[in-house]
């Protein structure tokens, strides 16, 4: 009894967020004129799937203590480079798809390496490397363009259910979208294994205190450096899902920036604390599904809570707004600080 | 020196670990000189000295956190100097720190195994390490703890029982406990000290660093007296009586650097007054009053409430609660710029003078007239000229050494900058001055003009509270010591009272009053 209550309680923040996203997609589906079905389900997962990839990309340097500016960008450019390199027979496919991992782990081991060895702060080391991963995406691809198979998108969206018996493909993937499914693998092949392992444990330690951890013995410098190469590979995955999805690769800053706010809006609305140490991947998932229910609400709607009219225009700054609310609600710890020179640090 | 070389150890029993001519220097603070030490196997080694001796220095050299500048280091009989704390505590030295190094976002069962958890599949297997917690917890005594709470949800006792299964955990050689007990609470305490007493019998060597004599006594062997960076004695359990250890851990006396006393006559205008302080837990009911024209003094071990008394003075502290007086007005400060507005004209001198006191990369004049700007400006504009003459004058005043005031504060030597310190907050015309331990770490030739800067301060009219680690100071400079433990004003000394040796029992909350013979030393 009393262990399920403190199980409970350890993960307040992230059971607030999966109510908050219950509540908010109900009245989203209440607002939708046609009702809820299938498709609907779907295209929300599937506009919501790279945001929920870069925040879970996110959360493992926040929970270091540390931040990743870069992790837009890093999504970015791994799109312009599947718009490259992934293209024809299945065997070029696999080649490519290797390509884009390594080259996402390579843009986080770069930012580990710089934070952990060149002791520069998270903030100024991965916003840098950030314009220079958007660099390299504006040379792979200086105008939209290029071409991601079709083949491999209908097999990761769609087709992968025809291949099942009719009968469990009408039952699952009429209702159970192929991107919920993918984002579960992510969860269950990369994410928990992390977690669970002596490494991923030295991430939640080195954001809990760092100096306990390294008296305690941690290598924190493995941890941390581990934290941004995981942040650049689930970016990647992030990006060459987004390849997919628009068969093209396109350099765009403005989208990238978005990305960016977005993942660190998602991590904190997930419960992950920005301070480190507490929090978890599958809270940010929540999170960036919270923000996509608040857009997709915007776009039913055509008004920000009933009352302005929404444009394209308008939407960096209402999601700048929500991003702040956001982290806003995460910091209200400051109100039981009892030293104020604690409030500086 | 008797630490005895070769095998045999302290009481016969074979030396497990040994130093040999072991320095340490922070800066320029010899926290170690030449120190020779050993420990040997099956005993529990007592450390015991005055603030600043040394042993925190020498615990941190055990666990691989520092590294000596100088000296050998043996761990049976094979070299061991440890490149980090991960090291040593593969070697089996397990150190409960005074800070304790738990994860305060992790489950107890986390922190036990943080470094070598039971693994399946080469990952963590959570439910093993909740079981192997669990029996650990309830074969050192304490079943009752639940491996699956959080550290920051268990009491500071309870922290303390898990920091030590957590050394525990690691099967340790030699098991350093740095004050490890302080925070314990007295139902843990006991059953402490006989896991300590049967770890012992066990065979495993235990280094007990502790301020408290009694609890001393209950377990040591062996007794090792530090003084200022010196290993001073070792001696067998029962072979020396309190008093004869206070005076080991006191040592001869320094000469005179301190400015006479005018002697302070009670009963003159009110400086500052406060009564019922209370910010729990490290402030409980203090009450007190200093003089204008007094000074005095807050003495006791590191860490019993000082800094928060000075800091809640200062308004840095929420929720104090309390009533604060200056000049027989009642007042209440929030913010260290109401402390220094022209009603309360209060000034703190603080302990960190690289974090706290300067803006390090600012030039020296900007540090000096930084508290006192608002008397600077005509407008909304400073006035430099006015700004450079004051600095000037207090510069002159103080004799602070600096080539040029437009060089950052952070290129002058630490005695100057402490002035630099003192400077802005002579420059607000302080009448209530609160010092944070101010001459730690800065020669004795700028001590001795702090000294006499205090005293001229008083003899203007201000009341100064001192807190000082330092027990010459106290002795010295002080009209009046105040001795804080555990948060609360434990004994108030006045005149010849003074003594090292009443601060020392009084700090150390020996309560027995000290027979004359030690008392006139």
Not at chain 2, 128 to 134: C, D, N
Not at chain 2, 224 to 252: C, E, P, W, Y
Not at chain 2, 302 to 321: C, S, T
Not at chain 2, 428 to 442: A, E, F, K, S, Y
Request: with cysteine; hydrophobic share 45%; glycine share 10%.
């Amino acid at each position: 009894m009393t262990n399920v209550r403190l199980l409970l309680r350890y993960n307040q923040s992230l059971l607030l967020a999966i109510l908050l996203f219950l509540g908010l997609y109900g009245t989203y589906v209440e607002l939708q004129p046609r009702g809820y079905d299938a498709f609907i389900a779907n295209s929300n997962v599937n506009q919501g799937f790279g945001i929920a990839m870069v925040s879970m990309a996110q959360t493992v340097p926040v929970l270091t203590g540390g931040l990743d500016l870069s992790v837009g960008a890093v999504m970015t450019m791994v799109d312009c480079l599947a718009s490259v390199v992934l293209n024809g027979s299945p065997l070029q496919l696999a080649w490519g798809l290797f390509v884009c991992l390594a080259a996402g782990l390579g843009c986080g081991l770069v930012n580990g390496c710089i934070v952990v060895y060149g002791r520069i702060q998270p903030i100024i080391a991965t916003l840098a490397t950030g314009a220079i991963f958007m660099g390299f995406a504006l040379v792979l691809r200086p105008s939209p363009g290029g071409t991601v198979s079709g083949a491999l998108s209908n097999v990761l969206t769609y087709e992968l259910g025809d291949a099942l018996p009719a009968a469990l493909h009408a039952r699952l993937f009429n209702y159970i979208p192929m991107e919920f499914v993918l984002l579960i693998l992510v969860v269950v092949v990369v994410w928990l294994p992390f977690r669970r392992s002596v490494i991923g444990r030295g991430c939640y330690a080195a954001g809990s205190s760092e100096n306990a951890a390294y008296v305690s013995g941690v290598n924190v410098s493995a941890s941390k450096l581990s934290a941004y190469a995981m942040a650049g590979l689930l970016s990647a995955i992030g990006g060459i899902f987004l390849g997919l999805q628009t068969q093209s690769g396109e350099a765009n800053l403005v989208q990238s920036g978005l990305l960016t706010l977005n993942s660190i809006a998602a991590v904190v609305i997930g419960g992950t604390s920005l301070v480190g140490g507490v929090g978890g991947c599958v809270g940010s998932i929540f999170g960036a599904y919270i923000l996509t229910t608040i857009n997709a609400m915007l776009q039913v709607t055509n008004t920000i809570l009933w009352v302005i009219p929404a444009s394209p225009l308008i939407q960096p700054l209402f999601e700048g707004v929500v991003v702040l609310f956001a982290v806003s609600a995460g910091a209200a710890r400051v109100f039981w600080v009892r030293n104020r020179l604690e409030l500086l640090r | 020196m008797t630490v005895p070389d070769g095998t045999a150890g302290p009481i016969g029993r074979p030396v497990l670990w040994e130093a040999h001519g072991i320095t340490k220097r922070y800066g320029g603070v010899v926290a170690l000189e030449n120190v020779d030490f050993a420990c040997s196997a099956g005993t529990i080694h007592a450390i015991v000295g005055e603030n600043g001796a040394g042993k925190s220095t020498l615990v941190k050299i055990m666990a691989g956190v520092v590294r000596p500048d100088a000296g050998e280091i043996w761990l049976e009989g094979r070299p061991a100097t440890f490149t980090g704390p991960a090291a040593a505590a593969a070697a089996g030295m397990s150190c409960v720190f005074q800070e304790l190094s738990l994860l305060p976002h992790l489950s107890v069962a986390d922190n036990i195994f943080i470094t070598n958890p039971p693994r399946r599949w080469g990952l963590i297997n959570v439910t093993a390490q909740r079981r192997e917690a669990e029996s650990l917890l309830a074969k050192l005594g304490w079943p009752d703890i639940n491996p699956r709470l959080k550290i920051r949800d268990l009491s500071l006792s309870r922290r303390q029982i898990v920091e030590i299964a957590k050394m525990m955990a690691r099967r340790p050689k030699i098991l350093i406990l740095d004050e490890a007990t302080s925070a314990l609470a007295a139902e843990d305490v006991s059953k402490v000290f006989e896991l300590l007493l049967r770890l012992r019998d066990e065979g495993m060597t235990i280094v007990y660093i502790s301020h408290r004599l009694n609890e001393v006594d209950r377990l040591a062997d062996l007794y090792s007296v530090f003084r200022n960076g010196h290993h001073v004695d070792t001696f067998a359990k029962g072979t020396r009586t309190h008093h004869q250890i206070v005076q080991l851990m006191i040592g001869r006396h320094v000469e005179r650097l301190f400015p006479p006393r005018p002697g302070y006559v009670a009963g003159g205008p009110p400086g500052l007054q406060i009564r019922n302080l209370n910010w729990p837990p490290r402030l409980a009911n203090i009450s007190l009053a200093v003089g204008c024209g007094e000074i005095v003094g807050l003495g006791g071990l590191d860490g019993q409430g000082q800094r928060e008394l000075l800091l809640g003075l200062f308004g840095v502290l929420r929720q104090l609660r309390g009533a604060v007086e200056i000049g027989g007005q009642p007042r209440r400060i929030g913010s260290p710029a109401q402390a220094k507005s022209s009603n309360n004209r209060m000034a703190l001198i603080p302990e960190d003078r690289k974090t706290e006191g300067l803006v390090l990369s600012l030039p020296v004049f900007e540090n000096i007239s930084l508290s006192s700007l608002r008397d600077l400006t005509t407008g909304v504009w400073i006035d430099r000229k006015k700004e450079a003459n004051r600095v000037d004058a207090i510069v002159r005043r103080l004799q602070i050494k600096v080539g040029n005031v437009g060089a950052p504060v952070g290129t002058l030597s630490g005695g100057n900058q402490q002035k630099v310190v003192l400077a802005k907050w002579l420059l607000t015309d302080p009448r209530v001055v609160l010092l944070n331990d101010p001459t730690r770490g800065i020669d004795i030739g700028t001590k001795q003009e702090i000294y006499q800067l205090l005293r001229n301060l008083a003899d203007e009219g201000a009341a100064i509270l001192f807190y000082s680690t330092d027990y010459d100071e106290l002795i010295g400079c002080c009209d009046r010591v105040l001795i804080l433990y555990e948060g609360r004003i434990a004994r108030e000394l006045t005149g010849s009272d003074i003594t090292e040796t009443n601060i020392v029992a009084a700090s150390l909350n020996v309560h027995s009053p000290l027979p004359a013979a030690v008392a006139g030393e």
